[in-house]
């Protein structure tokens, strides 16, 4: 009850994945909880790229950012939703998740939205989808395993 209550103000319970079954996470985890959206990309409601259509209450927070972002369609995929896959994971972490959203991840998340405005393009876009894929199915951003190695010294 209390997520439906949450969904009708607008608002989300950053960092709380109680109400997630296994089901729910293999789904969320393999991206398949976006196929649904693939309909509103048929409709021309969304893109497949665009920034991630995002909650009223951080919309309201930041409404001038947000006039630049709703400029283009919402997507199901974007550098943010690579950039922050492991998103529920930091929120669950973090002894004050709401803070830490509006802090720390959206303002870097609205960067990234801003930047994506600014240089959309066809390419750029094939070129965020392979990287969801790769990120999808690997669990990582290409480069990322070899930048971590490197950082341990483990690659020369």
């Known amino acids: 009850m209390d997520a439906i209550q949450s969904a009708e103000k ?18 969320r985890r393999t991206k398949l909880d976006e196929l649904p959206q693939l309909w509103n990309v048929v409709k021309g409601e969304m893109s497949l790229v665009g920034p991630r259509p995002e909650v009223r209450k951080w919309v309201e927070a930041y409404p001038k950012c947000w006039a630049v972002v709703h400029s283009v369609l919402p997507g199901i995929t974007d550098p943010a939703s690579i950039r922050f896959r492991d ?17 720390e991840i ?46 341990k010294g483990k690659i020369v």
């Open 10 to 27: 607008g608002t989300f319970d950053a960092g709380n994945t109680r109400r997630v079954t296994t089901i729910g996470r293999f789904l």
């Open 87 to 103: 998103e529920e994971k930091i929120l669950a972490r973090s002894s004050d998740p709401e803070r830490t959203y509006r802090e």
């Open 106 to 151: 959206l303002p870097q998340k609205l960067s990234l939205y801003e930047e994506y405005v600014r240089t959309q393009s066809f390419w750029g876009d094939i070129t965020i989808i392979f990287k969801t894929l790769w990120v999808v199915v690997h669990g990582q951003e290409q480069g990322a395993k070899c930048k971590a190695q490197a950082a």
